[in-house]
């Protein structure tokens, strides 16, 4: 069966760091790509950008770039999310999901984690 | 661009319920295929998708969805909504990066 499991909930302040994680299972890890998509509170879904797992070349919506790292550890079939500096806008549902191709046909998805950013 | 209409949908229990999905460039990629897709977000899920590449149906997806269009212009049909159909929808393009339209919220009457 295939899985993303994404790290749990998480509360910082702002100008904190953060990385949040995604294990994938169930299916080749380095046959995929890994997205990562933000619902803000209320919103619909922006894609963020991803990478392919094979060779980490990654992708980034071009307002996003920047302001997040895409990367992976193939050794424990895990993608991540970071933040160097967080900001209250921020706040919202991250979300991973597997894609084959790049950004062509992605399918399976996470469960989410929620980062709250405030002081 | 994609856009979604209508944004809100109020349907009856039993009774179809017809969602459009237009792009403002065509969707169609240069290998031939037309990575447009739908996918259903219900209260407190992460999106689960129903339709790929316009037409087929995923695994597990009951046949009272089906997706049709090309180019430009998509539709998501749902023959008889169901109590469990409440939720988003959403269509993605993944030919030109990725893209969602803005979603429409299904809820019953």
């Known amino acids: 069966e295939v899985q993303l499991v994404q790290s749990g909930a998480e509360v910082k302040k702002p100008g904190d760091c953060l990385k949040i994680?995604?294990?994938?299972?169930?299916?080749?890890?380095?046959?995929?790509?890994i997205g990562w998509v933000r619902q803000m509170p209320g919103k619909g879904l922006e894609w963020m950008g991803i990478i392919r797992i094979s060779d980490s070349y990654t992708l980034y919506t071009p307002s996003l770039q920047g302001q997040v790292t895409i990367s992976a550890d193939i050794s424990i079939n895990t993608a991540y999310l970071q933040w160097s500096s967080l900001k209250a806008s921020d706040t919202a549902i991250y979300y991973c999901?597997?894609?084959?191709?790049?950004?062509?046909?992605?399918?399976?998805w996470g469960q989410g984690t929620l980062v709250t950013v405030s002081s | 661009v994609m856009t979604q209409s209508p944004l809100s949908l109020p349907v009856t229990l039993g009774q179809p319920a017809s969602i459009s999905c237009s792009s403002s460039?065509?969707?169609?990629?240069?290998?031939?295929?037309?990575?447009l897709h739908w996918f259903q977000q219900r209260p407190g899920q992460s999106p689960r998708r129903l339709i790929y590449?316009?037409?087929n149906r995923d695994s597990g997806v009951p046949d009272r969805f089906s997706g049709s269009g090309s180019g430009t212009d998509f539709t998501l049909k749902i023959s008889r909504v169901e109590a469990e159909d409440v939720g988003v929808y959403y269509c993605?393009?993944?030919?030109?990066?990725?893209?969602f339209g803005p979603g429409t919220k299904v809820d019953i009457k």
């Open positions: 994680s995604c294990e994938g299972s169930g299916f080749r890890f380095t046959d995929y790509w």
């Open positions: 999901a597997r894609s084959m191709g790049g950004t062509n046909m992605v399918d399976y």
């Open positions: 460039q065509s969707l169609v990629h240069s290998n031939g295929d037309t990575y």
């Open positions: 993605v393009q993944g030919t030109h990066w990725l893209t």
């Open positions: 590449k316009v037409s």
